[in-house]
């Protein structure tokens, strides 16, 4: 079985494919991976020379490439991407021409090669702030950045080629990711790494936001599992069970660098700051069998200690974004 996966040079991309070469069974599929390597994307997150991996570097907008690509393909995995917030924010034209128009060349493409299934990975920011309980899936989309925005538009788009057109398409949401390889703009990273490089942190606001912290290796099961187990035209939400105001997870941070609060510097909130995240994945438990596998205590300590044992691979990446 051939299966592409695009933006798989990113953190939760590469996680799962790595993850699918480390399956060495008889159903374990070729993978080809299709990666633009803009700054978050990073070639050695990927094993260099494995036989089952095959790597293309370019952008999901090439409708010629991907229509050569998707021809030799049985499944889609789609990750690729913009996805942080504060970039939307200050230019959102990236955000709409990658993930909208870009998740419709896949779906033009995989529709005319009759490709099935194709996840498309999504996040729990379609739905916008909830100050209590969690969303299902059928809750009203209500995005509030530029970011989560174009993540709602290829949602609906993506879905809407299987009510038209009957195109396997599968939907995944999922919370605030965690792990090693993520690139250091996020806030567990840039926290992490600032924190060892002796500098202060942000934290915006009075640090209320509430998110639900997902393992990106438990993220990675999650997808695997609507891939292979889930029905056509459905949503999955898949969560990780922890959820942390940014304060407190900010006091983890500290204490599990070794820092004080002297070292935190409140900084304005963004504009359209979500209060609160919060996935009900009782779906994919119930349908597919998910539970998250990673305590979140002891995941955040192997994190920092990737970090810290680590410094060559993230170093080059904040030097890169000061210049």
């Known amino acids: 079985m051939k299966l592409l996966v695009t933006g798989a040079a990113g953190f939760i991309g590469s996680a799962h494919v790595r993850a699918l070469l480390a399956d060495g069974g008889p159903e374990a599929p070729h993978v080809t991976v299709l990666d633009k390597l803009t700054y978050a ?17 370019g952008d999901i907008c090439d409708a010629a490439l991907v229509d050569k690509l998707m021809a030799d393909t049985d499944q889609v995995v789609h990750f690729a991407a913009e996805s942080h917030v504060d970039r939307s924010i200050d230019s959102a034209a990236d955000f709409v021409r990658t993930n909208v128009l870009g998740t419709q060349t896949l779906l033009d493409a995989a529709l005319r090669h009759g490709v099935g299934p194709f996840v498309h990975v999504s996040t ?10 969690s969303w299902p899936e059928e809750h009203p989309l209500s995005p509030n950045s530029p970011y989560s925005a174009s993540k709602a538009s290829s949602d609906l ?21 965690y792990g090693p390889r993520q690139f250091p703009e996020k806030v567990i990273p840039l926290f992490i790494t600032n924190l060892l490089d002796g500098l202060t942190v942000p ?23 609507v891939r292979t187990k889930g029905r056509p035209g459905e949503v999955y939400n898949i969560g990780g069970g ?19 609060w002297d070292r935190v510097e409140h900084v304005p909130d963004r504009k359209g700051h979500d209060l609160r995240y919060s996935v009900d994945w009782s779906k994919a438990r119930t349908e597919l069998g998910y539970r998250p596998r990673h305590d979140f205590t002891a995941g955040l300590a192997e994190t920092v200690d990737w970090y810290r044992e680590n410094r060559s691979w993230w170093q080059p990446l904040k030097q890169r974004e000061r210049v």
């Open 41 to 57: 994307g990073c070639r050695d997150n990927l094993p260099a020379g494995h036989p089952r991996l095959e790597f293309v570097h």
């Open 124 to 133: 729990d920011e379609v739905y916008g702030s909830i100050d209590t309980g």
């Open 157 to 177: 788009l993506a879905l809407a080629y299987h009510r038209t057109h009957g195109l396997d398409v599968r939907v995944t949401r999922c919370s605030n990711n």
């Open 203 to 225: 934290l915006y606001g009075e640090g209320l936001n509430v998110r639900d912290w997902l393992h990106v290796e438990d993220h990675v099961h999650g997808i695997e599992l």
């Open 242 to 260: 922890t959820e942390l105001s940014n304060r407190d997870l900010t006091a983890l941070l500290l204490k599990a660098c070794g820092a004080d």
